[in-house]
Antibody, heavy 119, light 107 residues
Framework: EAQLVQPVGDLVRPGESLRLSCDGPGFIFSHFNMNWVRQAPGRGLEWLAYISGGSTVIHYADSVKGRFIVSRDNSKRSLFLRLNDVRVEDTGIYYC????????????WGQGTLVTVSS | DNQMTQSPSSLSASVGDTVIITCRARHDISNSLAWFQQKPGKAPKSLIYATSSLHSGVPSRFSGSGSGTDFTLTISSLQPEDFATYYCQQYKTFPYTFGQGTRLEIK
């Protein structure tokens, strides 16, 4: 069964860096484009980043461009998001999400990683 | 950015009711519109893609319609498990954008 597996959570101090991961067992990981979506506490969903299956196309939301870096390792079926110079407002749940291989809609979500930025 | 605006932001309804949630895009997105359901403490769940196509396993009481800039999600004969927050999302152009969400509560 296809699934996206994410660590439960992490705590980081303001100004530090953190790398989130998302593993994709149960399907041909390299065939699928992937996204990161964030949800601040009590808030809605915010799209952050997109990476194509072969890592040739990458897009970011303006709010994180220049600070966050999306990457993937298809040999390990893993997606990553590096958060640099984190801020308190980066606190939230980070979801990885798979786009279908026939269209551009999201069809599968990870369970999310809670990132807490606090001194 | 292509801002997505949902209405209402919250809604109270009873089991068995039919509810309609609307989503408006600032710019034409053709039919590149998806709907997601999220329950408290859980990851979002994909409900509808390409405006009106249901993902596998989604009950037929959910339906979507629209094109261009105006879209609707209709839930017929509400069931207890349908009370949740619903989000629309456009995937026509980057940056992808979500609506602010509609919280559906039990009356």
């Amino acid at each position: 069964e296809a699934q996206l597996v994410q660590p439960v959570g992490d705590l980081v101090r303001p100004g530090e860096s953190l790398r989130l991961s998302c593993d994709g067992p149960g399907f041909i990981f390299s065939h699928f484009n992937m996204n990161w979506v964030r949800q601040a506490p009590g808030r809605g969903l915010e799209w952050l980043a997109y990476i194509s299956g072969g890592s040739t196309v990458i897009h970011y939301a303006d709010s994180v461009k220049g600070r966050f870096i999306v990457s993937r390792d298809n040999s390990k079926r893993s997606l990553f998001l590096r958060l640099n110079d984190v801020r308190v407002e980066d606190t939230g749940i980070y979801y990885c999400a798979r786009q279908t291989d026939v269209g551009f809609w999201i069809d599968l979500w990870g369970q999310g990683t809670l990132v807490t930025v606090s001194s | 950015d292509n801002q997505m605006t949902q209405s209402p932001s919250s809604l109270s309804a009873s089991v068995g009711d039919t509810v309609i949630i609307t989503c408006r895009a600032r710019h034409d997105i053709s039919n590149s519109l998806a709907w997601f359901q999220q329950k408290p403490g859980k990851a979002p769940k994909s409900l509808i893609y390409a405006t009106s196509s249901l993902h596998s396993g989604v009950p037929s009481r959910f339906s979507g319609s629209g094109s261009g800039t105006d879209f609707t999600l209709t839930i017929s004969s509400l069931q207890p498990e349908d009370f949740a927050t619903y989000y629309c999302q456009q995937y026509k152009t980057f940056p992808y954008t979500f609506g602010q969400g509609t919280r559906l509560e039990i009356k």
